[in-house]
Protein backbone atom coordinates (compact mmCIF):
# COMPACT_ATOMS: atom_id res chain seq x y z
CA UNK A 1 0.00 0.00 0.00
CA UNK A 2 1.68 3.52 -0.66
CA UNK A 3 2.49 5.36 2.12
CA UNK A 4 0.04 8.51 1.30
CA UNK A 5 -2.52 6.04 0.96
CA UNK A 6 -1.95 4.78 4.32
CA UNK A 7 -2.00 8.33 6.36
CA UNK A 8 -4.53 9.10 4.27
CA UNK A 9 -6.85 5.57 5.80
CA UNK A 10 -5.26 6.39 9.10
CA UNK A 11 -6.24 9.87 9.46
CA UNK A 12 -9.69 9.31 8.26
CA UNK A 13 -10.26 6.18 10.58
CA UNK A 14 -9.64 8.53 13.74
CA UNK A 15 -11.94 11.04 12.18
CA UNK A 16 -14.60 8.32 11.84
CA UNK A 17 -13.98 6.64 15.05
CA UNK A 18 -14.49 9.76 16.93
CA UNK A 19 -17.45 10.61 14.98
CA UNK A 20 -19.50 7.66 15.95
CA UNK A 21 -18.54 8.34 19.46
CA UNK A 22 -19.22 12.11 19.26
CA UNK A 23 -23.07 11.28 17.91
CA UNK A 24 -23.61 8.43 20.43
CA UNK A 25 -22.58 10.79 23.27
CA UNK A 26 -24.48 13.94 21.52
CA UNK A 27 -21.62 16.58 21.95
CA UNK A 28 -21.78 19.37 20.52
CA UNK A 29 -20.09 21.52 17.88
CA UNK A 30 -18.07 23.61 20.13
CA UNK A 31 -17.04 20.82 22.34
CA UNK A 32 -15.86 18.46 19.80
CA UNK A 33 -14.04 21.41 18.65
CA UNK A 34 -11.96 21.70 21.54
CA UNK A 35 -11.80 17.85 21.06
CA UNK A 36 -9.95 17.82 18.33
CA UNK A 37 -8.07 21.02 18.06
CA UNK A 38 -4.01 20.62 19.33
CA UNK A 39 -2.49 21.98 21.77
CA UNK A 40 1.27 22.73 19.86
CA UNK A 41 2.66 20.99 16.55
CA UNK A 42 6.24 21.23 16.28
CA UNK A 43 8.28 20.30 13.49
CA UNK A 44 12.19 21.03 13.29
CA UNK A 45 14.72 20.00 10.53
CA UNK A 46 17.88 18.03 11.86
CA UNK A 47 21.16 18.15 9.42
CA UNK A 48 23.16 15.27 9.93
CA UNK A 49 25.97 13.05 7.84
CA UNK A 50 24.40 9.57 7.77
CA UNK A 51 27.70 7.78 8.10
CA UNK A 52 30.87 9.42 9.61
CA UNK A 53 33.15 6.91 8.24
CA UNK A 54 32.41 7.63 4.78
CA UNK A 55 31.74 10.63 2.59
CA UNK A 56 28.08 10.50 2.56
CA UNK A 57 26.73 13.90 1.77
CA UNK A 58 24.76 16.17 4.62
CA UNK A 59 20.62 15.41 4.82
CA UNK A 60 18.43 16.89 6.30
CA UNK A 61 15.73 14.95 8.41
CA UNK A 62 12.17 16.05 9.47
CA UNK A 63 11.37 15.49 13.28
CA UNK A 64 7.75 16.35 15.00
CA UNK A 65 6.28 16.60 18.18
CA UNK A 66 2.29 17.27 18.54
CA UNK A 67 0.82 17.78 22.09
CA UNK A 68 -3.32 16.91 21.66
CA UNK A 69 -4.26 17.62 24.90
CA UNK A 70 -3.25 17.69 28.44
CA UNK A 71 -6.61 18.78 30.34
CA UNK A 72 -5.46 15.39 32.74
CA UNK A 73 -2.10 15.67 32.88
CA UNK A 74 1.32 15.98 31.57
CA UNK A 75 1.57 14.93 27.52
CA UNK A 76 2.31 11.20 27.29
CA UNK A 77 3.24 9.71 24.11
CA UNK A 78 5.83 7.80 22.09
CA UNK A 79 9.17 8.54 19.26
CA UNK A 80 9.17 6.94 16.15
CA UNK A 81 11.80 6.44 13.51
CA UNK A 82 10.47 5.49 10.78
CA UNK A 83 10.59 6.53 6.72
CA UNK A 84 6.80 6.84 6.77
CA UNK A 85 6.86 9.58 9.65
CA UNK A 86 4.88 12.74 8.75
CA UNK A 87 2.96 15.70 10.62
CA UNK A 88 -0.82 13.85 9.67
CA UNK A 89 0.28 10.70 11.00
CA UNK A 90 2.15 11.95 14.24
CA UNK A 91 -1.08 14.12 14.53
CA UNK A 92 -3.81 11.06 14.32
CA UNK A 93 -1.53 8.92 16.55
CA UNK A 94 -0.93 12.21 19.30
CA UNK A 95 -5.35 12.26 19.42
CA UNK A 96 -5.62 8.46 19.99
CA UNK A 97 -3.07 8.87 23.08
CA UNK A 98 -5.34 11.34 23.92
CA UNK A 99 -7.88 8.74 24.18
CA UNK A 100 -5.58 6.01 25.69
CA UNK A 101 -4.65 7.43 28.95
CA UNK A 102 -8.03 8.60 29.65
CA UNK A 103 -9.55 5.18 29.07
CA UNK A 104 -7.02 3.77 31.67
CA UNK A 105 -7.99 6.62 33.80
CA UNK A 106 -3.89 7.62 34.46
CA UNK A 107 -3.14 11.38 34.57
CA UNK A 108 -1.67 11.96 31.58
CA UNK A 109 -2.72 13.83 28.03
CA UNK A 110 -1.10 12.53 24.48
CA UNK A 111 1.27 13.27 22.44
CA UNK A 112 3.57 11.77 19.68
CA UNK A 113 6.82 12.69 18.02
CA UNK A 114 8.88 11.07 15.49
CA UNK A 115 11.94 11.71 13.01
CA UNK A 116 10.87 10.38 9.09
CA UNK A 117 14.24 8.25 8.75
CA UNK A 118 15.44 4.96 7.53
CA UNK A 119 17.38 3.82 10.84
CA UNK A 120 19.05 1.06 9.18
CA UNK A 121 20.56 3.74 6.45
CA UNK A 122 22.66 4.92 9.73
CA UNK A 123 25.48 3.93 11.75
CA UNK A 124 25.17 3.94 15.40
CA UNK A 125 26.85 6.92 16.11
CA UNK A 126 25.01 8.81 13.25
CA UNK A 127 21.84 7.61 14.82
CA UNK A 128 22.76 9.06 18.42
CA UNK A 129 24.06 12.27 17.25
CA UNK A 130 20.43 12.44 15.59
CA UNK A 131 18.45 11.69 18.56
CA UNK A 132 20.54 14.29 20.54
CA UNK A 133 19.85 16.77 17.97
CA UNK A 134 16.58 16.17 18.04
CA UNK A 135 16.08 16.65 21.96
CA UNK A 136 18.19 19.71 21.83
CA UNK A 137 15.72 21.06 19.40
CA UNK A 138 12.51 19.95 21.48
CA UNK A 139 14.10 20.95 25.09
CA UNK A 140 11.62 23.81 25.07
CA UNK A 141 8.61 21.83 24.38
CA UNK A 142 10.01 18.66 27.01
CA UNK A 143 9.52 18.69 30.43
CA UNK A 144 8.73 15.93 33.43
CA UNK A 145 5.50 17.66 34.52
CA UNK A 146 5.00 18.66 30.62
CA UNK A 147 5.77 16.10 28.10
CA UNK A 148 7.23 13.16 28.58
CA UNK A 149 7.89 10.74 25.30
CA UNK A 150 8.41 7.14 25.20
CA UNK A 151 9.70 4.24 22.86
CA UNK A 152 8.01 3.25 19.57
CA UNK A 153 8.36 1.89 16.57
CA UNK A 154 11.85 2.59 15.20
CA UNK A 155 13.30 3.32 19.08
CA UNK A 156 14.26 1.24 22.09
CA UNK A 157 15.70 1.72 25.22
CA UNK A 158 18.75 2.94 23.79
CA UNK A 159 17.46 5.95 21.89
CA UNK A 160 15.73 7.12 25.54
CA UNK A 161 18.94 6.72 27.54
CA UNK A 162 20.17 8.98 24.80
CA UNK A 163 17.06 11.49 25.13
CA UNK A 164 17.93 11.32 28.88
CA UNK A 165 21.49 12.36 28.45
CA UNK A 166 21.21 15.13 26.08
CA UNK A 167 18.25 16.68 28.23
CA UNK A 168 20.25 16.38 31.44
CA UNK A 169 23.19 18.38 30.05
CA UNK A 170 21.03 21.42 30.76
CA UNK A 171 18.49 20.01 33.53
CA UNK A 172 20.94 17.91 35.96
CA UNK A 173 20.42 14.00 36.68
CA UNK A 174 16.09 13.88 35.15
CA UNK A 175 15.18 10.34 34.72
CA UNK A 176 11.50 10.79 34.57
CA UNK A 177 11.43 13.07 31.58
CA UNK A 178 10.86 9.79 29.10
CA UNK A 179 10.19 6.73 30.03
CA UNK A 180 10.96 3.23 28.89
CA UNK A 181 14.59 3.59 29.59
CA UNK A 182 17.25 1.05 30.58
CA UNK A 183 16.44 -0.27 33.99
CA UNK A 184 20.83 0.90 34.69
CA UNK A 185 19.30 4.51 34.24
CA UNK A 186 15.78 4.16 36.35
CA UNK A 187 14.17 1.94 33.65
CA UNK A 188 10.96 0.12 34.71
CA UNK A 189 10.98 -3.48 35.31
CA UNK A 190 8.59 -5.14 32.97
CA UNK A 191 8.69 -2.02 30.53
CA UNK A 192 10.00 -4.01 27.79
CA UNK A 193 6.96 -6.77 27.79
CA UNK A 194 4.48 -4.43 29.09
CA UNK A 195 2.57 -4.03 25.57
CA UNK A 196 2.62 -7.09 24.56
CA UNK A 197 2.00 -8.65 28.07
CA UNK A 198 -1.32 -6.40 28.13
CA UNK A 199 -2.14 -8.05 24.54
CA UNK A 200 -2.08 -11.24 26.07
CA UNK A 201 -4.02 -10.72 28.94
CA UNK A 202 -7.00 -9.02 26.95
CA UNK A 203 -6.37 -12.02 24.69
CA UNK A 204 -6.99 -14.69 27.43
CA UNK A 205 -10.08 -12.28 28.60
CA UNK A 206 -11.59 -12.36 25.53
CA UNK A 207 -10.96 -16.14 24.76
CA UNK A 208 -12.56 -16.92 28.39
CA UNK A 209 -16.05 -14.74 27.35
CA UNK A 210 -16.12 -17.45 24.49
CA UNK A 211 -15.91 -19.96 26.56
CA UNK A 212 -12.50 -21.35 25.00
CA UNK A 213 -10.13 -22.10 26.90
CA UNK A 214 -6.82 -20.23 26.05
CA UNK A 215 -5.12 -23.42 26.36
CA UNK A 216 -7.38 -24.56 23.07
CA UNK A 217 -6.62 -21.08 20.91
CA UNK A 218 -5.06 -20.65 18.02
CA UNK A 219 -3.44 -17.32 17.11
CA UNK A 220 -2.00 -15.31 14.25
CA UNK A 221 0.36 -12.23 15.06
CA UNK A 222 1.40 -9.84 12.48
CA UNK A 223 4.25 -8.44 13.05
CA UNK A 224 6.96 -9.50 15.81
CA UNK A 225 8.81 -6.90 17.07
CA UNK A 226 8.73 -5.94 20.64
CA UNK A 227 4.80 -5.96 20.88
CA UNK A 228 4.32 -8.73 18.73
CA UNK A 229 7.29 -11.30 19.78
CA UNK A 230 5.91 -10.54 23.73
CA UNK A 231 2.92 -10.96 23.00
CA UNK A 232 3.51 -14.11 21.67
CA UNK A 233 5.81 -15.10 24.02
CA UNK A 234 3.01 -14.34 27.17
CA UNK A 235 0.14 -16.22 24.98
CA UNK A 236 2.78 -19.13 24.21
CA UNK A 237 3.49 -19.15 28.32
CA UNK A 238 -0.48 -19.32 29.22
CA UNK A 239 -0.67 -22.13 26.85
CA UNK A 240 -2.18 -20.82 24.06
CA UNK A 241 -1.00 -22.28 19.74
CA UNK A 242 0.83 -19.88 17.96
CA UNK A 243 0.55 -21.36 14.04
CA UNK A 244 1.80 -18.10 12.43
CA UNK A 245 4.17 -15.22 13.30
CA UNK A 246 5.37 -12.63 10.20
CA UNK A 247 7.62 -9.88 9.93
CA UNK A 248 8.79 -6.76 7.24
CA UNK A 249 9.63 -10.01 4.58
CA UNK A 250 6.83 -12.38 5.52
CA UNK A 251 5.67 -14.55 7.44
CA UNK A 252 6.02 -18.96 8.80
CA UNK A 253 3.18 -20.89 9.46
CA UNK A 254 3.26 -24.52 11.33
CA UNK A 255 -0.33 -25.75 12.46
CA UNK A 256 0.76 -27.67 15.16
CA UNK A 257 2.06 -24.18 16.77
CA UNK A 258 5.66 -22.55 16.67
CA UNK A 259 8.01 -22.50 18.97
CA UNK A 260 8.02 -18.87 19.73
CA UNK A 261 11.23 -18.73 21.95
CA UNK A 262 12.80 -20.67 19.36
CA UNK A 263 11.41 -17.86 17.01
CA UNK A 264 12.96 -15.06 18.93
CA UNK A 265 16.88 -16.64 19.21
CA UNK A 266 16.31 -16.93 15.61
CA UNK A 267 15.11 -13.52 14.67
CA UNK A 268 18.12 -12.48 17.29
CA UNK A 269 20.81 -14.88 15.00
CA UNK A 270 19.47 -13.83 11.45
CA UNK A 271 17.05 -10.76 11.93
CA UNK A 272 14.01 -12.16 10.30
CA UNK A 273 11.62 -15.14 10.64
CA UNK A 274 12.41 -16.26 7.29
CA UNK A 275 13.79 -19.83 7.64
CA UNK A 276 12.76 -20.31 11.14
CA UNK A 277 12.94 -24.51 11.28
CA UNK A 278 9.90 -26.56 10.91
CA UNK A 279 7.74 -23.78 9.80
CA UNK A 280 6.65 -23.17 5.88
CA UNK A 281 7.36 -19.74 4.51
CA UNK A 282 3.73 -17.79 3.90
CA UNK A 283 3.12 -13.82 2.71
CA UNK A 284 1.53 -11.58 5.02
CA UNK A 285 -1.12 -11.37 2.99
CA UNK A 286 -1.97 -14.94 3.07
CA UNK A 287 -1.23 -15.19 7.24
CA UNK A 288 -4.15 -12.52 7.79
CA UNK A 289 -6.36 -15.06 5.88
CA UNK A 290 -5.83 -17.97 7.97
CA UNK A 291 -8.22 -19.50 9.91
CA UNK A 292 -7.54 -19.18 13.76
CA UNK A 293 -9.49 -18.23 16.95
CA UNK A 294 -7.52 -14.75 17.37
CA UNK A 295 -5.78 -12.50 14.88
CA UNK A 296 -3.59 -10.12 16.39
CA UNK A 297 -2.29 -7.24 14.22
CA UNK A 298 0.94 -5.55 16.11
CA UNK A 299 2.02 -4.18 12.55
CA UNK A 300 2.00 -0.68 11.26
CA UNK A 301 -1.07 0.72 10.86
CA UNK A 302 -3.91 0.09 8.13
CA UNK A 303 -2.80 -3.27 7.47
CA UNK A 304 -6.48 -4.42 7.65
CA UNK A 305 -8.40 -2.64 5.14
CA UNK A 306 -11.45 -2.74 2.79
CA UNK A 307 -9.41 -5.21 -0.14
CA UNK A 308 -8.61 -7.93 2.36
CA UNK A 309 -11.20 -7.21 5.19
CA UNK A 310 -13.68 -9.75 3.61
CA UNK A 311 -10.59 -12.54 3.50
CA UNK A 312 -10.03 -12.76 7.81
CA UNK A 313 -11.39 -15.97 9.09
CA UNK A 314 -10.49 -14.88 12.67
CA UNK A 315 -13.41 -15.34 15.67
CA UNK A 316 -11.68 -12.29 17.40
CA UNK A 317 -8.77 -9.30 16.11
CA UNK A 318 -7.36 -8.01 18.90
CA UNK A 319 -5.39 -4.85 18.11
CA UNK A 320 -1.49 -5.00 19.42
CA UNK A 321 -0.57 -2.09 16.85
CA UNK A 322 -2.22 1.55 16.73
CA UNK A 323 -5.21 2.39 14.18
CA UNK A 324 -4.12 -1.74 12.19
CA UNK A 325 -7.88 -1.61 11.00
CA UNK A 326 -9.77 1.05 8.61
CA UNK A 327 -12.84 2.29 9.92
CA UNK A 328 -14.66 0.72 6.60
CA UNK A 329 -12.51 -2.84 7.44
CA UNK A 330 -13.75 -2.38 10.86
CA UNK A 331 -17.04 -2.45 9.69
CA UNK A 332 -16.97 -4.92 7.17
CA UNK A 333 -15.49 -6.93 10.66
CA UNK A 334 -18.55 -6.33 12.38
CA UNK A 335 -20.93 -7.23 9.94
CA UNK A 336 -19.39 -10.61 9.81
CA UNK A 337 -19.62 -11.42 13.67
CA UNK A 338 -15.94 -10.87 14.34
CA UNK A 339 -15.54 -9.17 17.68
CA UNK A 340 -12.75 -6.10 17.41
CA UNK A 341 -10.88 -5.30 21.01
CA UNK A 342 -9.87 -1.55 19.95
CA UNK A 343 -6.11 -0.49 20.01
CA UNK A 344 -6.68 2.08 22.94
CA UNK A 345 -7.85 -1.09 24.89
CA UNK A 346 -5.57 -3.82 24.03
CA UNK A 347 -2.30 -2.13 23.66
CA UNK A 348 -2.94 0.03 26.34
CA UNK A 349 -0.05 -1.86 29.08
CA UNK A 350 2.82 0.00 27.45
CA UNK A 351 1.17 3.33 28.43
CA UNK A 352 0.20 2.16 31.68
CA UNK A 353 3.74 0.88 32.57
CA UNK A 354 5.15 4.48 31.65
CA UNK A 355 3.06 5.77 33.89
CA UNK A 356 4.10 3.28 36.85
CA UNK A 357 8.12 3.71 35.64
CA UNK A 358 7.50 7.83 35.45
CA UNK A 359 6.05 7.74 39.25
CA UNK A 360 8.77 5.17 40.20
CA UNK A 361 10.92 8.29 39.36
CA UNK A 362 9.11 10.59 40.53
CA UNK A 363 9.35 8.94 44.00
CA UNK A 364 12.66 8.04 43.36
CA UNK A 365 11.94 3.90 44.60
CA UNK A 366 11.58 1.46 42.62
CA UNK A 367 8.69 -1.19 42.40
CA UNK A 368 9.76 -5.01 41.86
CA UNK A 369 8.72 -7.01 38.78
CA UNK A 370 5.53 -8.86 40.23
CA UNK A 371 4.22 -5.90 41.39
CA UNK A 372 4.11 -4.34 38.23
CA UNK A 373 2.58 -6.67 35.83
CA UNK A 374 0.40 -7.64 38.28
CA UNK A 375 -0.83 -3.57 38.74
CA UNK A 376 -0.63 -3.78 35.06
CA UNK A 377 -3.16 -6.96 34.29
CA UNK A 378 -5.95 -5.98 37.63
CA UNK A 379 -6.08 -1.87 35.68
CA UNK A 380 -6.17 -3.33 32.36
CA UNK A 381 -8.56 -5.95 33.05
CA UNK A 382 -10.67 -3.92 35.27
CA UNK A 383 -11.15 -1.24 31.73
CA UNK A 384 -11.96 -4.45 29.68
CA UNK A 385 -14.71 -5.10 31.81
CA UNK A 386 -16.01 -1.27 32.20
CA UNK A 387 -15.81 -1.30 28.10
CA UNK A 388 -17.77 -4.27 28.27
CA UNK A 389 -20.45 -3.58 29.96
CA UNK A 390 -21.03 -0.20 28.84
CA UNK A 391 -20.82 -1.41 25.43
CA UNK A 392 -23.26 -4.07 26.43
CA UNK A 393 -25.93 -1.57 28.23
CA UNK A 394 -25.87 1.58 25.15
CA UNK A 395 -25.51 -1.45 22.52
CA UNK A 396 -22.84 -0.43 20.82
CA UNK A 397 -19.56 -2.00 19.68
CA UNK A 398 -16.29 -2.25 21.87
CA UNK A 399 -14.48 0.49 20.20
CA UNK A 400 -17.10 2.84 19.98
CA UNK A 401 -17.86 1.81 24.15
CA UNK A 402 -13.81 2.54 24.52
CA UNK A 403 -14.12 5.87 23.33
CA UNK A 404 -17.06 6.96 24.77
CA UNK A 405 -15.44 6.40 28.36
CA UNK A 406 -12.53 8.17 27.38
CA UNK A 407 -13.92 10.92 25.62
CA UNK A 408 -16.39 11.80 28.30
CA UNK A 409 -13.43 11.95 30.70
CA UNK A 410 -11.72 14.20 28.94
CA UNK A 411 -14.45 16.35 28.05
CA UNK A 412 -15.26 16.73 31.94
CA UNK A 413 -11.93 18.10 32.86
CA UNK A 414 -11.75 20.75 29.87
CA UNK A 415 -15.21 21.67 31.67
CA UNK A 416 -14.18 21.37 35.01
CA UNK A 417 -10.77 23.45 34.17
CA UNK A 418 -12.62 26.28 32.12
CA UNK A 419 -11.25 25.54 29.38
Known sequence: MPVERKHCQCQDTQFHFLTRAFESLQLEAAQRELLLSPFRETTVSIPLRPNRNDDSELQTFMGYRVQHNHARGPFKGGLRFHPSVNLGEIRALAQLMTWKTALVDIPFGGAKGGIAVDTTQLDRHALEILTKRFTQKMVPVFGVHEDIPAPDIGTNPQVMAWILEEYSKTHGYTPAIVTGKPIELGGSAGRLEATGYGVACITREVASEMSLPIKQARVVIQGFGNVGSHAALSLSRMGARIIALSDYRGGVYAESGIDVSAA???????????????????????????????????????????????????????????????????????????????????????????????????????????????????????????????????????????????????????ALRGF
Open 264 to 414: VRHVAETEWLEGLPETEAISNAELLALPCDFLIPAALEATIDCDNADTIKAKAVIEAANIPVTHLADTALRDRGIAVVPDLLANAGGVLTSYYEWVQNLQEFPWDYETILQRLETRLLSVYEQVRDLASSRQVDLRTAAYELAIGRVARAI
